[in-house]
């Protein structure tokens, strides 16, 4: 679900549909030209390893993994569903991980999100971010 807090920033609140965490990462090349015997081979170069190459290696490594999460994500649910494993929720500013909290059978999941999201929107923020732990010292 995504839903707008007051300041105008946009959250995405939904189910983790996937057992681990997604990763971001950067797949860039390292292309080094060695030697160029004309400028006009390293412009060739520079703009191959500097726009095409890594294009299409997003492309190729996107596709590959987007095949593998089509292939894997309807066993995944299913087993979710049949054998009530709990549902993850995670809050997003944009599309990155601010909260997480594990939410129960797919139906109190999809409640909590639904409150999440209106608080969101009041400007309740979630309480606690992701890698902090929450303090234990009395004030």
Not at 2 to 8: A, E, T
Not at 39 to 44: G, M, R, S
Not at 88 to 117: D, H, M, Y
């Amino acid at each position: 679900m995504k839903v707008r807090d007051p300041q105008g920033q946009t959250w995405r609140v939904t189910r983790r549909w996937v057992p681990w965490r997604p990763r971001r990462r950067y797949l860039g090349p390292r292309l080094w030209v060695e030697s160029a015997g004309s400028i006009t081979e390293f412009v060739f170069a520079l703009v191959f390893g500097l726009v095409i190459f890594p294009i299409l290696t997003f492309v190729f490594l996107s596709g590959g993994e987007i095949v593998l999460l089509g292939l894997i994500v309807p066993f995944v649910a299913i087993g979710r569903i049949a054998f009530g494993k709990h549902w993850w929720i995670e809050a997003r500013e944009g599309f990155t991980p601010f909260w997480e909290e594990q939410a129960g059978t797919w139906r109190l999941s999809g409640e909590r999100i639904r409150k999440v999201a209106g608080d969101i929107e009041r400007g309740d923020l979630p309480l606690q971010s992701l890698g902090t732990e929450p303090s234990t010292e009395v004030i």
